[in-house]
């Protein structure tokens, strides 16, 4: 099984576009696949005392999706509070849509049909005061009383514990009181909290309340899938969101948006819908273009200058890296050492950089020694990943017998915490090398996990990972021998830029895709790994069997050589004497 090499037609999506003039619009399309939202969002107008929770996303422009939401709904009838005596002639309040006329006084009107509060809400904004003058007192309406739906920021409602206590008491009586001077006012209208679905779970788990008040979940969905929807679908959700720019999208401005698009979700065949994050790009686009009608030039600069604005600590990665204040080679070949890829992301921006990765190993109790683990650099996921590494070099080499080794593996120059699993099958080589005492290409980098079956696995990251080191070589000169050896489960990922694209496309930079532990160190090493027999031995010119004898060596098994016949005889002289 040998690793296969990646065409550029694997290297990025491709879609099939249709002219802007024939796309058939569906009829809201800024609420693209959410399913699940609209069934809450129309039970919550069928059912009695049952409110929403709206799941959302950190990305979604709430406003803009709030809005789309109630378009696809008819709105209710306008409600007014009008005071009426009960059997026992006591005043009371109550909501009629009827407006009652002039004979009686309107307390107030719900005639909005909703209202978003967020950031420091007081209860005043809820539900009202009374203004008082010197002959009169006069009901000032809150949310509650003059809107159909009051949407509020669960956080932000949350973080308030008294007023979160005093919505969950409304919600329970049905009624509250603004003043003594007034009656109970029932509620009337529907609750409905926004937030992310950690929240909502944290909720559900902590307050009795809010799980009897808050059965309707609606989770807004964060991409798309182009298996159940067409590229059409997706521009019509983008032309939503130009539209509100008042912006007018050329043919080739789809392109861009759909790369980045799919670069969000890190996926071909999924389109993200970040609403947020493309109305930023297109007043951007906006902005540089100085006009209403953007294309494809427009989008690509407005993409690049929010890189530039935010790559800076990159931009020293790279300088450093340049300076060779970063010891990291992209040739020749070294035993027990090469390149790994990271992702650093930072509150805004992710990028990959290159790590050197070495390992040593000598005589000891079989102890493969995490030094990131140790000087407390590493995390749990990283010392996860080192234990499977452990356990697959036993599962190959220690059937039989304790491995009489230790082994110390560490990312060289790293002075910050690094964490994930990614690095493993990168580790799994060095320290493979190291044993066998065989080089290493320098000029090819490695990203992949690995299980105790040596089966390569997806990591995260795979296009910075991969940029990061292209990067490099292409600063120091592309050779044509370098390239990166990623999982062939992350080739569906790949979404990788132009200059990568089209060195690939000459010849000058490779990408090898893997699925087994052994296609790696055949294509790092080029040696074969070899297969092993019913007794688990390897033949002596194989990579595993050159692990093998060095492993026998270190447990002082190493097989005497065949004495000529001349040593013969010295060896019985030594014995008669």
């Given at each position: 099984m040998k690793p296969t090499l990646l065409t550029s037609s694997q290297l990025s999506p491709t879609y099939n576009f249709t002219q802007i003039k024939t796309v058939n619009a569906p009829e809201h399309p800024l609420l693209l696949s959410q399913d699940r939202v609209i069934d809450a969002f129309t039970l919550l107008y069928a059912t009695n005392n049952q409110h929403?929770?709206?799941?959302?996303?950190n990305g979604l422009d709430r406003s803009l999706f709030i809005k789309a939401l109630l378009d696809s709904h008819a709105e209710s009838a306008n409600q007014y509070l009008v005071a009426y005596k009960d059997e026992q002639q006591q005043a009371k309040l109550r909501w009629q849509e009827q407006h009652p006329g002039e004979s009686a006084g309107v307390l107030a009107s719900r005639t909005k049909q909703y209202q978003y509060l967020s950031g420091n809400i007081r209860r005043q904004d809820l539900i009202g005061t009374i203004n008082r003058t010197e002959h009169s007192s006069q009901y000032q309406p809150g949310a509650f009383a003059s809107c159909q739906l009051v949407f509020i920021c669960a956080e932000s409602l949350w973080k308030r514990e008294s007023l979160w206590e005093f919505v969950m008491q409304t919600l329970n009586t049905g009624h509250y009181r603004v003043s003594s001077e007034l009656s109970t006012i029932p509620l009337g209208c529907k609750v409905v909290l926004v937030g992310n679905s950690s929240v909502f779970s944290q909720l559900y788990q902590l307050d009795g309340n809010f799980k009897q008040h808050f059965p309707l979940l609606g989770e807004i969905a964060?991409?798309?899938?182009?298996?159940?929807?067409?590229?059409?679908?997706?521009?019509?959700?983008?032309?939503?969101?130009?539209?509100?720019?008042?912006?007018q999208l050329a043919d080739n401005a789809y392109l861009p948006l759909f790369k980045l698009s799919a670069r969000i979700t890190e996926h071909q065949n999924k389109l993200s819908l970040d609403s947020q994050r493309f109305v930023q790009l297109l007043a951007q686009a906006k902005a540089y273009s100085g006009s209403t009608h953007i294309d494809a030039s427009h989008i690509n600069k407005a993409i690049q200058q929010q890189k530039i604005r935010h790559n800076s600590q990159e931009v020293i990665s790279s300088q450093n890296f340049d300076d060779r204040f970063i010891g990291l080679s992209t040739s020749g070949e070294v035993i027990g050492q090469v390149n790994g890829?990271?992702?650093?992301?930072?509150?805004?921006?992710?990028?990959?950089?290159?790590?050197?990765?070495?390992?040593?190993?000598?005589?000891g109790?079989?102890?493969?020694?995490?030094?990131?683990?140790?000087?407390?650099?590493?995390?749990?996921i990283h010392a996860k990943g080192m234990m499977?590494?452990?356990?697959?070099?036993?599962?190959?080499?220690?059937?039989?017998?304790p491995l009489h080794l230790n082994a110390n593996i560490v990312f060289e120059q790293s002075y910050q915490e690094i964490d994930g699993d990614s690095a493993s099958l990168a580790e799994y080589c060095c320290l493979i090398s190291a044993i066998a005492e065989q080089p290493i290409l320098q000029s090819l980098a490695v990203t992949g996990?690995?299980?105790?079956?040596?089966?390569?696995?997806a990591i995260g990251g795979v296009n910075e990972?991969?940029?990061?080191?292209?990067?490099?070589?292409q600063r120091r000169g592309l050779t044509g021998t370098q390239g990166i050896i990623i999982p062939k489960a992350n080739t569906q990922q790949l979404n990788l830029c132009n200059s990568v694209i089209q060195a690939i496309e000459k010849d000058m930079f490779s990408i090898y895709q893997v699925e087994h532990i052994d296609q790696a160190v055949e294509l790092l090493m080029g040696i074969s790994a070899g297969d092993a027999d019913a007794q688990n031995q390897f033949e002596k010119e194989t990579l595993y069997g050159m692990v093998q004898a060095r492993l026998d060596q270190l447990a002082g098994q190493e097989e005497e050589p065949e004495l000529t016949p001349f040593a013969k005889v010295l060896t019985k002289l030594r014995f008669f004497r």
């Open positions: 929403m929770y709206l799941a959302d996303f964060q991409e798309i899938d182009l298996s159940e929807h067409n590229e059409q679908t997706y521009q019509a959700w983008l032309n939503a969101i130009a539209d509100t720019q008042s912006l890829l990271t992702v650093i992301d930072l509150a805004d921006y992710s990028y990959g950089e290159p790590a050197r990765i070495t390992a040593s190993v000598h005589y109790d079989g102890e493969v020694a995490d030094i990131e683990r140790k000087s407390e650099l590493g995390g749990n499977i590494l452990s356990s697959c070099l036993y599962r190959i080499f220690g059937k039989d017998a996990a690995i299980d105790q079956f040596g089966n390569v696995q990972k991969i940029e990061g080191f292209f990067n490099l070589c």
